[in-house]
T-cell receptor
Framework: EAGVTQFPSHSVIEKGQTVTLRCDPI?????LYWYRRVMGKEIKFLLH????????ESGMPNNRFLAERTGGTYSTLKVQPAELEDSGVYFC??????????????FGNGTRLTVT | QKEVEQDPGPLSVPEGAIVSLNCTYS??????FMWYRQYSRKGPELLMY????GNKEDGRFTAQVDKSSKYISLFIRDSQPSDSATYLC???????????FGPGTRLSVLP
């Protein structure tokens, strides 16, 4: 079984530019989550999709961040325009069944975003 | 006060030692608890997943949850150099709900 894959693994952009991160969850996982870790801080929740619907986007920092999951498969997270404080590692995770105890999160390796 | 506290370390132990990693939390509504291991430049890898209070054992790893004290622990027996990583605790109120992470403890197991 392929794990959660994220692309790109590393992105360096200038302040004001746009970046789009992509996440392919484990096949069959309806739940997809975005988390991020900014420098020196803990991993923090951004949002949660169930299939193509946003279940919880309470962690999205502001309207410069836009997440989509068209068709309920892969997801994209766009940052536009990027600011210096957006630098960090963006993780995607997926799980099979929201209501099941035996459905923990499986993480990708993250996208390391550097805004200069 | 942060919702989840964790000693950041670094923690250095000799190979073969028993390691104890701990997290405390403030939200008594948390019911689901996970421990992740993260190697440098990699994503968090799930080690243990427990519900409510009690112990769970898997090989060299044992997870303990004490909800009355709002305290969870991960024990690693016979630690190996390959266990050197950052260990993260995470917890949530409901299964499938977003998890709150601790800052992580860096562990080094010296050969």
């Amino acid at each position: 079984e392929a794990g959660v894959t994220q692309f790109p693994s590393h992105s360096v952009i200038e302040k004001g530019q746009t970046v789009t991160l992509r996440c392919d969850p484990i096949s069959g996982h309806d739940n997809l989550y975005w988390y991020r870790r900014v420098m020196g801080k803990e991993i923090k929740f951004l949002l949660h999709f169930v299939k193509e619907s946003k279940q919880d986007e309470s962690g999205m920092p502001n309207n410069r961040f836009l997440a989509e999951r068209t068709g309920g498969t892969y997801s994209t997270l766009k940052v536009q325009p990027a600011e210096l404080e957006d630098s960090g590692v963006y993780f995607c995770a997926s799980s099979h069944d929201k209501s099941s105890y035996n459905s923990p999160l499986h993480f990708g390796n993250g996208t390391r975003l550097t805004v200069t | 006060q942060k919702e989840v506290e964790q000693d950041p370390g670094p923690l250095s132990v000799p190979e073969g030692a028993i390691v104890s990693l701990n997290c405390t939390y403030s939200n008594s509504a948390f019911q689901y608890f996970m421990w992740y291991r993260q190697y440098s430049r990699k994503g968090p890898e799930l080690l243990m997943y427990t519900y409510s209070s009690g112990n769970k054992e898997d090989g060299r790893f044992t997870a303990q949850v004490d909800k009355s004290s709002k305290y969870i622990s991960l024990f690693i027996r016979d630690s190996q150099p390959s266990d050197s990583a950052t260990y993260l605790c995470a917890m949530s109120r409901l299964s499938g709900q977003n998890f709150v992470f601790g800052p992580g403890t860096r562990l080094s197991v010296l050969p």
